[in-house]
């Protein structure tokens, strides 16, 4: 029997993560990989054991980015190489070219805020487009905003989080901290302001790390873009020359404090302690439901976020129940893409 031709083509750092765990689990596959230099994505490409195709970057300015997007899909239409199925992760470029070349998608997604918020043409065309995959794979706690805007048939669920697919794969490196200066530490990383769905457009970054200075908190600062350096000028902290493993980092550190939710959640996983930052008074469904089981701690206020990080006892690392988690996901996606 010969091989199913499947394109992947990923966009941002936590990519290389997820389909580091998937591709090698795809059963009887030949994977073809493109990629968009954004931040660290390249480099953990290498690191997670995946070859790619650089195709396109990314920009901060809305009207870059809108039309950089266009110009990347179509790039992508002739850059895909031949594919009887695409796998993606929240990207609506991969669905409009299988749409357009008639091949078979599967998007995997979490987040649903951009189907509740609808503020933005670019972002409500974008949602639309994503809706065209042939199959949508989901933690449960998306279902209910996603069965709203999506055919509840293309719908498919797994009991878990995506950080689940990675860390289920996850060995703690015994070295880590030796790439260190130091051996605690908390984890920093800022909002994604540069995002369609975020809609404060200021950070707090400066402010915590002024709390932190006073209590002598060693900071490990993760900027993604080049205007989050500026947020720490001034202040006594950590900013790794090469990418870092972000699991080790959650793994190894005292908390995780971030203005997005990947890293919030990755150390919630990890039974670490978790703080959320996130800007803007809707959260993701996933990010609310680990908030409603108190594994990660939301605040916009510096001072109660410091607050609560020297009054919680911290958890002991722990892989959960993630390996269960990647065995169900890899199952119903081998299941759609023979069976389905």
């Known amino acids: 029997m010969s091989s199913t031709k499947i394109w992947i083509d990923i966009l941002n750092p936590s990519h290389p993560l997820i389909f580091g765990s998937i591709v090698p689990r795809l059963a009887n596959a030949d994977v073809y990989i493109t990629v968009r230099d954004r931040a660290e994505t390249v480099a953990l490409m290498k690191t997670f054991g995946l070859e790619g195709k650089v195709v396109g970057c990314d920009y901060r300015q809305p009207i870059k980015k809108v039309v950089n997007l266009a110009w990347r899909t179509i790039t992508l239409f002739f850059e895909s190489g031949k594919f009887d199925w695409t796998i993606s992760f929240e990207n609506g470029s991969s669905i409009l ?26 972002q409500d065309i974008e949602s639309k487009v994503k809706m065209l995959a042939d199959y949508i794979l989901i933690p449960k706690s998306c279902y209910p905003a996603f069965s709203k805007h999506v055919d509840p048939d293309k719908i498919f669920t797994y ?70 350096y500026a947020y720490a000028e001034g202040f006594d902290v950590y900013i790794p020359q090469v990418p ?62 410091v607050t609560y990080l020297f009054e919680e006892e911290n958890e002991h690392a722990t892989l959960n129940n993630s390996k269960a988690v990647l065995n169900e996901v890899m199952k119903k996606i081998n299941l759609l893409i023979y069976e389905g």
């Open 97 to 122: 070219v299988a749409k357009c070349r008639g091949k078979k998608s599967i998007l995997m997604c979490d987040n649903d805020l951009k189907f509740k918020q609808m503020t933005s043409g670019v």
């Open 159 to 228: 009991d878990g989080y995506k950080e689940d697919l990675y860390i289920a794969t996850y060995k703690p490196d015994a070295h880590f901290l030796e790439k260190l200066p130091f051996t605690n530490y908390v984890v920093i990383r800022p909002e994604a302001l540069g995002s369609f769905y975020v809609t404060d457009k200021k950070s707090i970054v400066p402010d915590l790390l002024q709390f932190l200075q006073v209590k002598k908190v060693n900071v490990v600062y993760l900027p993604r873009e080049k205007e989050d």
């Open 244 to 305: 870092l493993n972000g699991l080790d980092l959650c793994y190894y550190a005292d908390a995780v404090l971030t203005g997005s939710g990947t890293m919030a959640r990755e150390a919630a996983c990890l039974g670490k302690r978790a703080v959320s930052f996130f800007p803007g008074e809707q959260m993701l469904s996933v990010d609310q439901s680990l908030i409603e089981e108190r594994r990660i701690f939301h605040s916009r206020n510096p001072s109660e976020i």
